[in-house]
């Protein structure tokens, strides 16, 4: 069983920037896709990211495309979400994901098999 443990979100002001991370534990990382999706208050989840296995492969969402940067580290069991030009719309909780063994980076939640219990960020005009 996987353990995903995000942090890094907090409140920004619009333009500014934030960097999640998210560690893994309980599970061989380095052979796994990875992504992260959001959920804003009041509307469905939204797979913002993904990152093939050894991180050669990313895919983004249009709404985040330019902005936002995922990247990975093997040797840490780690993701990353780097978040720049933060605007009024992309509150929500922020949720890392794990996938499948050697997956694609999709933006489909069923590439996803595991996710973690999401952390907060908030953006203010």
């Known amino acids: 069983q996987v353990q995903l443990v995000e942090s890094g979100g907090g409140l920004v002001q619009a333009g500014g920037a934030l960097r999640l991370s998210c560690a893994a534990s309980?599970?061989?990382?380095?052979?796994?896709?990875r992504g992260w999706c959001r959920q804003a208050r009041g509307k469905g989840r939204e797979l913002v990211a993904a990152i093939s296995w050894r991180g050669g492969n990313t895919n983004y969402a249009d709404s985040v495309k330019g902005r936002f940067t995922i990247s990975r580290d093997n040797a840490k069991n780690t993701v990353y979400l780097q978040m720049n030009s933060l605007q009024p719309e992309d509150p929500a909780v922020y949720f890392c994901?794990?996938?499948?063994?050697?997956?694609?980076?999709?933006?489909?939640?069923?590439?996803?098999?595991?996710w973690g219990q999401g952390t907060q960020v908030t953006v203010s005009s």
């Open positions: 994901a794990f996938g499948r063994p050697y997956g694609s980076t999709r933006l489909a939640s069923a590439d996803f098999v595991s």
């Open positions: 309980g599970r061989t990382f380095s052979r796994y896709s």
